[in-house]
């Protein structure tokens, strides 16, 4: 399914996977995660901590909004009353209320299902965070706000970040590296790198760069879009 | 300690408030019942009042009280033998793909073997005592638990395995946090179920088996003819499975699924 693939992710670095659906991104990410183990080659990761974030929220339906965000501190042996602060001190940034944390998942928006998995994530100090398509099921308002935390638990804690999705204007938002995949097999068909910091990134930059982004031949080719008049 | 029971009265008294439609439907039997009886005689069908004044005649006498508690000993050891062995290994057999597959035809010759049967083992093996009624009730609930466990685990979803396998859970916080809330689910009904089944299984081994228990006061009672004290024993049998699965087993379900409710409801 996926041929000659190197890739490296380097310490507090965002790298983006784009690519067209069935590509094999997830299985990539999976492989990364090591969720999946590869059938030939080999996966080395000096991270100590990943987390990963899914498309879904994936929530644990019968914990409190609470317990899920501090699964991950759970699993790390820290004692519940610890975890709990953490957990709601996390969650407040995230924008959840008391309200919210008491809750089942099941009784919370999409949005604050998308929120405490972000939450849940974070909150176990990932070296390495995955992201599986994680934002690409939420309308532009909602999307902006996480970029936005993502961004700020980044700078506090140096994380690196591997994502996958499919939107161009994502991977320019957030990304140092952009890889792009083609499918059958799939494989990285072509590199950018994004020299301008995160934060000096705004909408019209962002805009902008996703536009010029489109228009290269190797993007056109992997995404099955039709070469440009001229170009 | 206090506060734990404190919730139990609460929650069975919130069960049995809800529970108006079901009154008034038992009532409408009561009826029915009552008039059957009055048209066939008290030789065929004896009222409603009549079996229960035999009930409490039987109570008063101190006759009732005892064949009670040895019928209840001998349904809820066998009861609970196969909820413990069959939660364990039905969970056990969830997990692994192989051991469903191996367990499924065993399952299905013991879900087909007819009570009866093992019945007439199980005289041979344990001969008249205990162990013939308890056997038969472990053996016959056995299958119903076991498939609750093992279907519990199976359809337990592969995205939330993911989440655990990537946070690291260990293997007991899987089991606690992320297997057995779900098989819970699947668990109650099979258990509740099985219930039932122990109640009707532990008097029927002792009509045949035994000297002692609402199964052999029943034998007693169709030899003497006495129908209204058979209907007395019967109506006892039904009240106390009742009773357990009603204060017992329901709110304790609904206290373990409260998730469920707050989840549909709140949003």
């Known amino acids: 399914m996926l041929e000659d693939i190197a890739l490296n992710v380097g310490e507090g670095e965002a790298v983006a996977l784009v690519g067209p659906s069935g590509c094999g991104k997830t299985t990539l990410l999976n492989l990364a995660a090591g969720l999946l183990t590869p059938w030939e080659g080999s996966i080395a990761s000096s991270f100590a901590r990943p987390a990963m974030m899914f498309q879904q929220p994936r929530l644990l339906p019968w914990k409190r909004t609470l317990a899920n965000i501090g699964l991950g501190l759970k ?3 820290v004692a519940r009353a610890e975890r709990d602060r953490q957990a709601a001190g996390l969650a407040a940034r995230m924008g959840l209320t008391a309200d919210d944390l008491a809750k089942y998942p099941g009784a919370l928006s999409g949005g604050m299902q998308s929120r405490a998995a972000l939450a849940r994530a974070f909150a176990v100090s990932p070296d390495l ?11 532009i308002g909602l999307k902006s706000e996480l970029y936005a935390l993502l961004a700020g638990e980044r700078t506090a804690h140096g994380s690196a970040v591997l994502m996958i999705t499919h939107d161009l204007m994502e991977a320019v938002r957030l990304a140092d590296r952009i890889l792009v995949m083609s499918g059958s097999p799939g494989r990285i068909v072509a590199e950018h790198r994004v020299d301008t910091p995160v934060a000096a990134r705004d909408e019209a930059w962002v805009f902008a760069r996703t536009a010029e982004f489109i228009r290269w031949p190797d993007i056109r080719a992997a995404f099955a879009l039709p070469p440009l008049e001229g170009a | 300690m206090k506060r734990a029971a404190g919730d139990w009265l609460t929650a ?12 008034a439907s038992l009532g409408i039997f009561l009826a029915i019942w009552e008039l059957t009886a009055q048209q066939l005689g008290p030789l065929i069908l004896p009222t409603p009042i009549e079996a229960l004044g035999t009930l ?6 101190g006759a009732a009280g005892p064949e009670i508690a040895v ?22 057999a969830g997990v692994s793909m192989t051991a469903s597959m191996m367990a499924r035809p065993i399952i299905t010759v013991l879900v087909g073997m007819p009570p009866i049967a093992w019945l007439i083992l199980a005289l041979l093996w344990f001969g008249a005592g205990d162990g013939t009624p308890i056997f038969t009730v472990f053996i016959a609930c056995f299958p119903i638990i076991f498939v609750g466990a093992m279907q519990g685990t199976r359809t337990l979803d592969g995205q939330l395995k993911e989440v655990a396998r990537m946070f690291g859970l260990s293997t007991w916080m899987k ?6 809330p779900h098989v819970v689910s699947y668990l109650f009904p099979a258990w509740i179920s099985a219930l039932g089944m122990s109640w009707k299984i532990v008097v029927m081994a002792e009509l045949l088996s035994t000297e002692d228990g609402i199964g052999a006061a029943l034998a007693v009672s169709r030899s003497h003819l006495d129908t209204a004290a058979s209907m007395a024993w019967i109506v006892a049998l039904v009240g106390t499975l009742l009773a357990i699965e009603y204060l017992l087993l329901e709110p304790l379900k ?14």
């Open chain 1, 75 to 77: 699993a790390c042996g």
């Open chain 1, 129 to 139: 965070l995955l992201l599986d398509e994680a934002f690409s099921a939420l309308d």
């Open chain 2, 12 to 23: 069975s008294g919130h069960y049995l408030w809800s529970g108006w439609g079901s009154l």
């Open chain 2, 56 to 61: 409490h005649g039987l109570f008063a006498s």
């Open chain 2, 71 to 92: 019928t209840a000993r001998r349904a809820l050891a066998g009861f609970g033998l196969s909820v413990g062995v069959g939660s364990l290994l039905g969970l056990a």
């Open chain 2, 175 to 180: 089991l606690t946090d992320v297997y057995l």
């Open chain 2, 254 to 267: 609904r206290r373990v699924e409260s998730w469920r409710e707050f989840a549909s409801s709140s949003n």
